[in-house]
């Protein structure tokens, strides 16, 4: 019964705070099929979560607001209710019929427009705080669906671990995987728009329709990148990365297919653009490898980090 009454003040108390902390992503497969009707393209897709975070603390306030932190330069996000945190924090009390607001203080490390997923990380990490903090106590399913209309990559965010995403790439069905795989990610200084990227693929289809293999049919996630993921076997990855915006990405940004071939040449099994970039993933055979994978890549000016691969979704942290 202490316990109880404790747990009832608490949800109430004005001091409280919600901590949340929502993974960064990396798609080890993406094949994009047609534009549709609203704009988006049909995907194919493998996310794997991977160990570099976002913190999203939520504050009971009276309005709604944000202000970051973090070890990315943090100085040109939105902060209006345009921000993708908020608007999750705004339709959470919509959809709920929650009366007051929320202060969201977030502490970025996934790069900014990285093709990491940061901004909808932020998003399904601030479904969840404030779902925490208010009581509204919504199902998965429910913060789910919500996550789904902020944008494509929010419910992934959401669920975490090992996932195939269809339709816009919010259609999920969890997949199985053993393991940890070891990543190196290299960053860029400038960020990519996503949109810019699906353009460009879309103006070099129309270009070469006659030569290029049809995209009429739902693209599928084909069936050996599911085995590795399942095996836990990175050399068995490494053959079967795939992503379709990666040449786009890299007619818009040719310098990264250096990147590629730097890590390459240091000793990565193999290397993906990830998302629509600029962020570039290098999968290395196991823990030691990837050390001196970033060690080198360090060396050469480059600024990167090591990560593992899959984490779990957005969850609240206890402080
Ligand atoms: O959903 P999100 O806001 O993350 O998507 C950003 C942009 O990426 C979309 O506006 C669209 O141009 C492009 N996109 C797409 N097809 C998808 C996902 C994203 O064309 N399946």
Redesign the pocket.
Known sequence: AADARRRDTNATDPDRSVHVRAPGKINVFLR?GE?RED?????ATAYQAVSLYEDVVAHHDDGFSVSFTGSVDVSSLPTDSSNLAMRAARALARRTGYRGGVHLEIDKNVPIAGGM?G??ADAAAALVACDALWGTALSREQLLKLAAR?????PFALMGGTAIGT????RLSPALARGTFHWVLAFSDEGMS??HV??ALDAHRERYAADIRPVSTAPTVEANVLQALRAGDPEMLADCLSNDLQAPALRLRPELAEVLELGETSGALAGIVSG?GPTVALLAADAESAIDLHVALSASGLRAARVTGPVAGARVVAD
Not at 39 to 43: A, P, S, V, W
Not at 150 to 154: F, H, I, S, W
Request: aromatic letters at 8%; zero cysteines.
């Open positions: 994009v534009v704009g988006y393209h049909d995907l997923g901004g909808s902020l944008g494509a990559d929010v339709d816009r790439g919010d996503t949109p699906y353009t629509s």
